[in-house]
């Protein structure tokens, strides 16, 4: 893992944020900082279209924007924005993104959406935050977020990724909820008394390995979180990642009585359709 920071610069590209620091944390994945726009309020979990210009048109000599949806996951008071990313070597934007380096400019349409808010769950005791890979990024904004806390009694993340390394940044992220002076003082130790972190792995040995979705199945998850069951009364969940762990989670979930939510009509649980990774 390597970071490096510099000092912002003067925008020149229309709706330009300047880079303030990156983290590579493997050949796959990697995080990054940058100003935020004065204007931009957002609710902890949503998403806004970043990227880069693309190649000029070979024809016009002009270039287009090149945008994609991605996950805010620094929380809605901090006065940066974080984003947390896969590197796709053939990506047209990630193979790009990838190299960015602090100081230079990204592209930030300030007009967030999403549909993993706390507006679109109805109140209850326990909230699940269902991710494999980077679905993680919106959990570490809510996970950051007080109202979170508030509202339920019991916060459990899971994050199944293929390698141990993988987990990393949601690893460190939960741990510096813990340890650093600032998150300690906003969220409150009784606060994190709440918060269950159970990561797992698919394909590297680690302490506990499987699908998280194999896991629910089996009861394993259950027991080894001490949860007797999930109910439509108590349980409340949020899903981000790849198509096929929100395909199987949503079956879950209703197989338990869950019914889907949405900004304008809360239930029990929501899935982040824009995610892709």
Known sequence: MNQMTAAPAVPTLPDAQ???????????LFSFRCTRPASLRFRSGEFVMIGLM?????????????????????????????FYSIKVEDGPLTSRLQHIRPGDEIILRPKPVGTLVHDALLPGERLWFFAT????????????????YERFERVIVTHTVRDVAELEYGRQLIESLRTDEMM????GEENLAKLTYYPT??????????????????????RDLGVESIRPETDRAMVCGSMGLNTDIKAILEGFG????????????????????
């Open 258 to 277: 869950l019914e889907e939510g949405a900004n304008s009509d809360p239930k029990h649980y929501v899935v982040e359709k824009a995610f892709v990774g």
């Open 133 to 148: 890979g980077t679905g993680f990024a919106p959990f570490a904004s809510l996970l950051r977020d007080p109202e979170t």
């Open 18 to 28: 300047t880079v303030t620091s990156v983290t590579h944390w493997t050949d796959r």
């Open 184 to 187: 300690l003082e906003l969220l």
């Open 54 to 82: 693309g190649d000029p048109d070979p024809k016009t000599g002009r270039s287009k924007p090149l945008l994609r949806a991605y996950s805010i996951a620094s929380p809605s008071w901090d006065d940066e924005l974080e």
């Open 201 to 222: 792995t698919t394909r590297e040995a680690s302490p506990k390995m499987g699908r998280i979705t194999t896991l629910l199945e089996s009861g394993e998850a259950l």
